[in-house]
């Protein structure tokens, strides 16, 4: 599958008071035509920055980037303000967590929209908007778009809220659309029921999805690939099932084993120590600290090892940690 969005060899530091905070150590991602692929990890661990880098939202005038991020071919990192704005909202289209920090208060859904379908080229003319505007919520089963359309985001629940986002995201039908826990402020109900919506309209606009989370229980459900991100880096990555079935790097691992289980009588199992400080991280393999395998060899830098079929994993003691 030719790569829509590809990220190579990619690195942040941040100039802080305390000193240089390496925030992302040589990422690589690639999310294919119409995929679904996850993006997992704890928080903190580096997932929204490395969205907000795609969007052109980390400014730099105290950061260092290397590294390319690369778009249909269009190196984002490199390319005009004026370009990235073009292609925000046309064909890559963000959705955040928050849906009320999203939206503005002070303007009505329907003026919302608006500024995105105009942007978008879809339609210039009022009537044209708001038929495409109400034609969007309804693809997000919204049963009454026109009062929705009138409302302010404050006069709405979080879920209609989530389900308006959704619906702006893909009104232009973006190749990419950039989720970012989207229905983490949601109940677990409304969350499931977005992201099965996120899922089918995906599936019908053919656009591909990079969705970040730290909620296993959504890329079962939701992707097609997973890459698993610890302190700024990618530690393994592959098929969801391959993941879950022979999870290799023992970060993935831990995770796994945090996730509740709803039968059996299995306790979940935390995972021991903290995040590192990005301003003194450890050598070499970051979540060595707080691995139950730790070895002298994970001191060094670990590159991904092939496992083939797209699996690949960054642990020197990967066979070790499968047999555990």
């Known amino acids: 599958m030719a790569a829509l969005l590809r990220i190579s ?26 995929e679904r692929v996850a993006l997992v990890g704890e928080s903190g661990c580096g ?3 490395t969205l907000r880098l795609i969007l052109g939202l980390v400014r730099q005038n105290n950061a260092q980037i290397k590294g390319h991020i690369e778009f249909d071919g269009l190196d984002l990192l490199h390319s005009p303000a004026a370009k990235l704005r073009e292609l925000r909202g046309r064909r890559i289209s963000p959705i955040f967590q928050d849906p009320m920090a999203s939206l503005n208060p002070t303007f009505t859904i329907f003026d919302q929209m608006s500024a995105v379908i105009r942007r978008g080229g879809k339609a210039r003319r009022r009537a044209e908007v708001f038929e495409l505007a109400r034609s969007a919520l309804r693809q997000v089963a919204i049963t009454d778009p026109e009062r929705v359309l009138g409302a302010y985001p404050f006069q709405l629940s979080g879920g209609l809220n989530q389900r308006v986002l959704i619906a702006m995201a893909l009104v232009n039908q973006p190749d990419l659309i950039l989720a970012d826990e989207p229905g983490t402020a949601l109940d677990v109900t409304v969350q499931e029921q977005t992201l099965r919506l996120m899922r089918r309209l995906t599936e019908e606009t053919h656009s591909a999805v990079l969705l970040i989370t730290h909620n296993l229980g959504v890329v079962r459900e939701f992707a097609e690939r997973v890459y698993v991100m610890y302190a700024g880096s990618v530690v393994e990555e592959g098929l ?4 879950f079935a022979s999870p290799k790097h023992p970060y993935t691992r831990a995770l796994l084993a945090s996730v509740p289980k709803l039968s059996g009588g299995e306790l979940p199992q935390g ?11 450890p050598s070499g393999c970051r979540f060595h600290p707080r691995c139950p395998h730790v070895h002298a060899a994970c001191q060094r830098d670990q590159p991904l090892r092939d496992l083939g079929n797209g699996h690949r994993v960054a642990c020197v003691l990967y066979e070790e940690v499968s047999r555990a």
């Open 9 to 34: 060899d990619l690195h942040l530091h941040f100039k802080l008071f305390e000193g240089i905070s390496y925030v992302l150590k040589g990422v690589n991602l690639e999310v294919g035509r119409g």
């Open 47 to 49: 997932k929204s920055v």
């Open 240 to 243: 969801t099932k391959q993941i």
């Open 271 to 281: 995972i021991e120590g903290f995040v590192p400080d990005y301003t003194k991280p």
